[in-house]
C-alpha cells in the first residue's frame, strides 16, 4: 500500500512570510495528490490537488508542485495571512481515487 | 445539498459496549471512507467502500464493521468499544478523480 511521509510537523512564519510543506510517497503508481487544511475543532476540507500528469498547479497564494521522479510534492503558501494557522495534510493514493493515505500533518503557525 | 451528514457528533461509551456511527451522503458519491484521527498520526483509514455492497478493509479494521446497502449510507459499527477507540472519526465520501468530502466528525469517548 501507499505510504506518505510529511514534513515538518511544526512550522512557524512571521505573517507575509512563505510556508512550504514537504511530502513524500512510496507507490509509483499514485496519481492524485490533494492536500487538506483542517482548523481546531472542524473537519478537513480540501484547498488543492494535482495530478500525476501536471508539475504545478497554483490557486491565488497556494501552490503545489509535483516531482513523480524523486516521488515528492510540496504545498507552498505566499503572504502567509494569520488564517492560515491550522493543520495541513497531504494524502496520496492506491487502488483508484477511493483509498487514499494521508500524511500526519503539518500544524502552521502565522505569527502576526 | 447537505453533503456529509454524521451523527451523532459526540458520545461517550463504557468499555463493552456496542454503537453504530452513521454516515450519510447525498451528493451520489461512490466512494466512502472511514477515517479515526488521533493526536499526532493524522487520518488512519478503517474502511472503506467503492460502492453498494462493497466494502475493504483499511489500515486500523480491527474492532469495527461496515456495511454498504445503499450508495447513501454508510455506518461504522464498534462491536465491543475499548479504551484504545477514543479518537474523532470522520466519514468522507467523494465522486471519481475529486478529493474527499468530509463529514463533521464524531468524537467518541470510551470509559
Known amino acids: 500500500g501507499e505510504n506518505v511521509e510529511q514534513h515538518p510537523s511544526t512550522l512557524s512564519v512571521q505573517e507575509g512570510d512563505s510556508a512550504v510543506i514537504k511530502c513524500t510517497y512510496s507507490?509509483?503508481?499514485?496519481?492524485?495528490f490533494p492536500w487538506y487544511k483542517q482548523e481546531l475543532g472542524k473537519r478537513p476540507q480540501l484547498i488543492i490537488d494535482i495530478r500525476s500528469n501536471v508539475g504545478e498547479k497554483k490557486d491565488q497564494r497556494i501552490a503545489v508542485t509535483l516531482n513523480k521522479t524523486a516521488k515528492h510534492f510540496s504545498l507552498h503558501i505566499t503572504e502567509t495571512q494569520p488564517e492560515d494557522s491550522a493543520v495541513y495534510f497531504c494524502?496520496?493514493?492506491?487502488?483508484?481515487?477511493?483509498?487514499?493515505?494521508f500524511g500526519t500533518g503539518t500544524k502552521l503557525q502565522v505569527i502576526p | 445539498n447537505a453533503g456529509v451528514t454524521q451523527t451523532p457528533k459526540f458520545q461517550v461509551l463504557k468499555t463493552g459496549q456496542s454503537m453504530t456511527l452513521q454516515c450519510a451522503q447525498d451528493?451520489?458519491?461512490?466512494?466512502m471512507s472511514w477515517y479515526r484521527q488521533d493526536p499526532g498520526m493524522g487520518l488512519r483509514l478503517i474502511h472503506y467502500s467503492v460502492g453498494a455492497g462493497i466494502t475493504d478493509q483499511g489500515e486500523v479494521p480491527n474492532g469495527y464493521n461496515v456495511s454498504r446497502s445503499t450508495t447513501e449510507d454508510f455506518p461504522l459499527r464498534l462491536l465491543s468499544a475499548a479504551p484504545s477507540q477514543t479518537s474523532v472519526y470522520f466519514c468522507a465520501s467523494t465522486g471519481q478523480g475529486d478529493g474527499y468530502t468530509f463529514g463533521s466528525g464524531t468524537r467518541l469517548t470510551v470509559v
Open positions: 451528493m451520489n458519491h461512490e466512494y
Open positions: 507507490d509509483s503508481a499514485s496519481n492524485y
Open positions: 494524502a496520496g493514493t492506491s487502488g483508484g481515487y477511493q483509498k487514499v493515505t
